[in-house]
């Protein structure tokens, strides 16, 4: 089942990378194994979302830094 997720996830990214295809963007895919059923499932839009709202106030990463170890 996995290898099943990591195609889809390579699939998307791909998809990303190129420009082509329609991204699940705005959807959720759900897989049932036993089934071998997939389903896509609309997600609603948050209006107040800090990234995917029409006015996002988070609009870049952040690097934080990272503490070093001292053990010696």
Known sequence: MGGVIGSLQAMEAVKYIIGQ???????????????????TVKLPMDKDCAICSDHPTITELIDYEQPGCDFK
Do not use: I, P, V, W
């Not at 295809?21 to 389903?39: E, W």
């Open 21 to 39: 295809g329609q991204l699940l963007t705005g959807r959720l895919l759900t897989y049932d194994a036993l089934k071998m059923n997939f389903r």
